[in-house]
């Protein structure tokens, strides 16, 4: 496989929200979503594909906000390796969060739009290595001033090698 090409895609179905803060399943109009207010958290799981060539990832995610039509908002992501005896699955070991930047949401509402964040290869993406498992956590913050209303709907999470 070339770099570019698509590792894997998630859904909202994938969430598997923590004990607290965690973003809520919906749906609009029957598309799966999960909703994020400020701070809170998805989590996903997965195990890196056998066609990973040890490169970076590009993580976009599709979005729609329930009612803002103006002003910005900002994701974090983490990757956490889990690994073959690599983490205690009893505690929690995210490498640190790579943001989108302050994006502005579309001026329709409902309107789904991509945003991403990119990590790295080693430390970034927690060392994560071809058929190892591993957690992306998905946590909307608060922007300075211009935060947008409402809740931020994530549709899909397509990560892509780069």
């Known amino acids: 496989m070339a770099s570019g090409d698509t590792l894997l ?3 909202p179905q994938c969430n598997e929200p923590p004990a607290s803060n965690f973003a809520t399943f919906d749906t609009r109009n029957q ?3 999960l909703d994020f207010a400020i701070s809170e ?3 996903l799981s997965s195990v890196m594909p056998r066609h990973y060539g040890g490169g970076g990832l590009t993580n976009y995610l599709h979005y729609a906000m329930t009612s803002a039509v103006a002003n910005d908002v900002k994701l974090e992501t983490y990757l956490e390796r889990i690994g073959d005896q690599q983490q205690d699955i ?3 070991g995210f490498a640190a ?12 509402s409902g309107n ?4 991403s964040t990119t990590h790295a290869n080693g430390a970034e993406m927690d060392n994560i290595a071809v058929g190892e498992g591993f957690r992306l956590k998905v946590r909307r913050i608060a922007v300075a001033g211009t935060d947008a209303s409402g809740e931020l709907e994530l549709r899909f999470i397509e990560i892509k090698e780069t």
């Open 97 to 108: 969060a790579q943001n989108t930047g302050d994006i502005t949401v579309p001026g329709t």
């Open 41 to 43: 958290i998805g989590i």
């Open 31 to 33: 598309h799966p979503v």
């Open 90 to 92: 009893d505690n929690d």
């Open 112 to 115: 789904v739009d991509i945003m």
């Open 9 to 11: 895609v998630f859904t």
